[in-house]
């Protein structure tokens, strides 16, 4: 077979089209599909990736060389598969999107151990022993001592052993007698938890579905319930499918990727390693590199872990569905990453386990039309622990506090009792939406009926969707001028909580100025009770904590019922039952919120979890809201804000000439999207089937000049 010539390279630039490059001579034989290549590139040497190889080239004239091929192994169909698939849903140019794949160094490359066995015939090994043993005692004695391994034996423990040399492996190796393999040296991970990995029981049932479940087919399944159910659900499928290739086990955040490293490491002993932006840029490079070889087992990590390129998939597991840091919208390539992981174990015919506290309402909708297999449900019941729950209004106004005072004689409480505290409230200094004290009401937009978010000054709201700006100096619905705005911080909470207990171990973890090890080290803290009340966002619903807090206290749930989202019950959901999974039997878990005066805080009360997702769905199929209609965002930007708008503008009037077959509302410029000084103007999307709008698109953006587009199919 001829070598190739020309390579069709995507640059890893924002760049929509791919480039044609010569081959040279010394890189043919290691220049393949998937190769990840340095190459000259409008004056300066960039990194792109192989997508074709050509005998001859496409164009007449001069063309460019590359220079180099950095990986050893290239990236596999289904990867590249996989990230065209992204650059089509998110009009993402391609290079830009396996940028995302592969990361900027990629310089540490795994150690390597030769491995030694036997590869000729019993009777060819008899003939020379039998010859040879006069002759060359050393290759004899090499021979002989792989004769009685069990397995392949490392060359350097082979030489020590037999007291040999390399010159007499070497002429085994020459004879066809034994095979020398370089193969990965797998580094211990150092680190881990302080303290003990959590005990709790195996499955105590065996789902037919489980059972049968295998690798080289795709098929969806949820594990729901508390804690140690589904972490005992996902160590059974890794155990299970990990000896046919490589488990990746996504998680929403650093901390639980670290915990759930831990868990697999000590449970199960297989070759695992965490892989997430926090760790040092030789660490991703070593364990990207180790990832191409298919040697571990497992892979833990946090959004870029769906990207790896490993050589066999046996299975993707998401903790924590619908979890909002699975939303990737700050950079590109905008979407879910649950989404992504879906489509990834979609082409290479693996199955999709989706595990939480309780599901997504795409998950419980998927369940009950037969689309995603329930392995557990155990999340309706209240975890079958009795919890006592109680529900809070802090006081607002001229006494507004950010600890009501029913939550407050709880912590002094529990405080006397030697009892573990953790309070989870949002994040320090936001706030979210705006509320009447005089009725109650919430300012949301009449058409969307989402919560409007506010100016920094506070004087007019604007419906994140479709645009539309309310005055807020006074309540719509009773004209009252007295509005509040909801979010009081976490710093004001830890304060109020030390000035009336002086005496307590009062911590409070903040994700901007701590690190995961600090976490997990004061997470240990906690369970061994050095650690009175600890404070801090939602990624402190440690899965460790599972059942061993005695008191949860949840801040500022307007934040979460407020938010400018659709989602936003489901997001209230998600938060509840990370509590409820907290807290030990007989233990306290308060909701403090103001806007306690009807659903879905009375279904949650009522302990009516399945009556409010179905109540969610009929809310959702009314106002045409996934997963009974696409929802797209499609984001303009450009360098000034007229500009933004103005492509926007023409965007949609391109879009909808003639007519469409999809609601398009917009342009909204984007106060909050405004990025390296750039503007965002967004246009949203309501279709039927989101695949024929995306067809309508690329054929108006392939011919004109709409480099600054993208899209979030998933927003």
């Known amino acids: 077979m001829a070598l190739p010539n020309y390579a069709e390279v995507a640059v890893f630039r924002p760049i929509r089209r791919t480039f044609e490059y010569s081959i040279p001579g010394g890189l043919k034989k290691e220049t393949s599909v998937g190769s990840v290549c340095r190459l000259p590139f409008r004056g300066e040497t960039v990194r792109g990736l192989v997508l074709d190889l050509n005998e001859e080239p496409s164009y007449e004239g001069e063309q460019k060389k590359l220079k180099e091929i950095i990986t050893g192994e290239p990236l596999s169909e289904e990867i590249i598969g996989l990230a065209r698939w992204l650059s089509y849903t998110t009009l993402t140019p391609i290079g830009q999107v396996l940028n995302r794949f592969v990361p900027a160094d990629l310089s540490v490359r795994p150690r390597t151990e030769d491995r030694v066995e036997l590869r000729a015939s019993f009777e060819e090994i008899s003939e020379f022993l039998e010859l040879q043993e006069r002759r060359a005692p050393k290759q004899v004695e090499l021979v002989e001592y792989l004769l009685t391994a069990d397995e392949t034996v490392e060359k350097n423990e082979l030489l020590r052993e037999t007291d040999s040399s390399r010159s007499p492996l070497e002429a085994l190796k020459e004879k066809g007698l034994v095979e020398i393999t370089p193969l990965p040296e797998i580094r211990s991970p150092e680190g881990g938890l302080s303290g003990e990995v959590p005990s709790f029981q195996p499955r105590s049932r065996k789902s037919s579905a489980f059972s049968e479940l295998k690798s ?44 759930l490293t831990e868990l697999v490491r000590k449970r199960l002993n297989l070759v695992t390693f965490s892989y997430h932006s926090d760790l040092t840029r030789g660490e991703i490079s070593y364990r990207w590199n180790l990832a191409t070889t298919g040697e571990p087992d497992v892979f833990v990590g946090v959004l870029s872990a769906i990207y790896l390129s490993v050589p066999r998939l046996s299975a993707v597991i998401v903790e924590g569905d619908g979890e909002r840091n699975y939303e990737l919208v700050d950079r590109d390539p905008k979407g879910n990453a649950i989404e992504t992981a879906r489509k990834r174990a979609e082409l290479e015919g693996v199955p999709l386990v989706i595990g939480g506290t309780g599901p997504s309402v795409r998950s419980y909708n998927g369940v009950n039309s037969g689309e995603i297999e329930e392995l557990r449900s155990g999340f309706s019941g209240g975890f079958g622990k009795s919890v006592n729950l109680s529900l809070e209004s802090p006081a607002s106004g001229s006494g507004a506090r950010a600890v009501g005072s029913g939550l407050m004689k709880a912590i002094k409480r529990n405080y006397r009792e030697n009892q573990s505290v953790v309070i989870i409230g949002g994040k320090k200094g936001s706030s979210g939406a705006a509320v009447c004290e005089e009725c109650g009401e919430i300012v949301r937009c009449s058409d969307c009926e989402v919560p409007l978010t506010f100016t920094g000054t506070g004087n007019y709201g604007v419906c994140p969707y479709c645009g539309f700006r309310q005055n807020l100096v006074v309540c719509d619905n009773c004209g009252s001028d007295e509005l509040n705005f909801i979010g009081s911080g976490l710093e004001t909470a830890e304060s109020e909580i030390r000035s009336v ?52 206290g949840m801040l500022d749930l307007d934040l979460v019922t407020n938010r400018p989202s659709y989602r936003s019950t489901e997001y209230l959901i998600q938060r509840v039952l990370a509590g409820l ?35 969610e769905l009929k809310s959702r199929q009314r106002m045409g809201y996934p997963p009974f209609r696409d929802l797209l965002k499609i984001e303009v930007e450009g360098g000034e804000e007229a500009e933004a708008r103005d492509v926007a503008m023409r965007l949609k009037r391109e879009l909808t000439s003639g007519g469409a077959n999809f609601d398009l509302l917009g342009p909204v410029d984007n106060k909050f999207g405004t990025r390296k000084g750039r503007y965002r103007s967004d246009l949203v999307v309501k279709a039927e089937d989101g695949a024929d709008f995306l067809e309508r698109i690329h054929s108006i953006v392939s011919k004109d000049d709409y480099r600054e587009v993208r899209i979030n199919p998933f927003a």
Request: proline share 3%; hydrophobic share 40%; glycine share 12%.
């Open 216 to 259: 080289g087919r795709f098929r969806q399944y949820t594990v729901n319930g508390p804690a140690d159910q589904r972490l005992a659900d996902y160590l059974e499928l890794t155990e299970k499918l990990s000896d046919g290739g490589t488990v990746i086990i996504m998680a929403p955040n650093v901390i639980r990727a670290e915990e």
């Open 581 to 615: 999974d907290m807290v030990k039997g007989g233990g306290e878990l308060f909701l403090q919120t103001g806007d306690s005066g009807g659903s879905p805080f009375d279904f949650i009360m009522n302990g009516e979890l399945e009556e409010l997702y179905e109540s």
């Open 501 to 552: 207990i002086p005496g307590a171990e009062v911590i409070r973890f903040d994700s901007q100025e701590d690190s995961w090890e600090d976490f997990l080290e004061t997470a240990a803290e906690v369970l061994n009770g050095q650690v009175d009340v600890l404070l801090g966002t939602k990624l402190v619903a440690s899965l460790f904590f599972h059942g061993r807090i005695s008191l949860v």
